[in-house]
Nanobody, 124 residues
Framework: QVQLVESGGGLVQPGGSLRLSCAAY?????????MGWYRRALGNQRELVAT???????NYADSVKGRFTISRDNAKNTLYLQMDNLKPDDTAVYYC?????????????????WGQGTQVTVSS
């Protein structure tokens, strides 16, 4: 099993920025291919935010394109999400996810490993 620990959430004004981090604790990080961020707003289903393959290929939800940037540091076993121009609709618990496979869909069941989440609140 892989332990994923998110950090960096908090309270921010609309238009502000936050950077989320996800530290992956595992013996063989390089056996992990795809990593991603999902979010769940209160009362809603979990939805894709962004994914990144080991190769560096990225995918973003339309709602965050141009505002969020996903990246990873394989040497540090860490995933990042830079969030700029935040909106109240971005308020959610953000979850880090990982898969040993190259994932090309937005389905959360493609990711067997999940963090516990970090709260992002954008005030209105």
């Amino acid at each position: 099993q892989v332990q994923l620990v998110e950090s960096g959430g908090g309270l921010v004004q609309p238009g502000g920025s936050l950077r989320l981090s996800c530290a992956a604790y595992l013996t063989s990080f390089f056996s992990i291919n795809t990593m991603g961020w999902y979010r769940r707003a209160l009362g809603n289903q979990r939805e894709l935010v962004a994914t990144i393959l080991k190769s560096g290929t990225t995918n973003y939800a339309d709602s965050v394109k141009g505002r969020f940037t996903i990246s990873r540091d394989n040497a540090k076993n860490t995933l990042y999400l830079q969030m700029d121009n935040l909106k109240p609709d971005d308020t959610a618990v953000y979850y880090c996810a990982a898969s040993r496979l190259a994932v090309v869909t937005a389905a959360p069941n493609e990711y067997p490993y999940w963090g516990q989440g970090t709260q992002v609140t954008v005030s209105s």
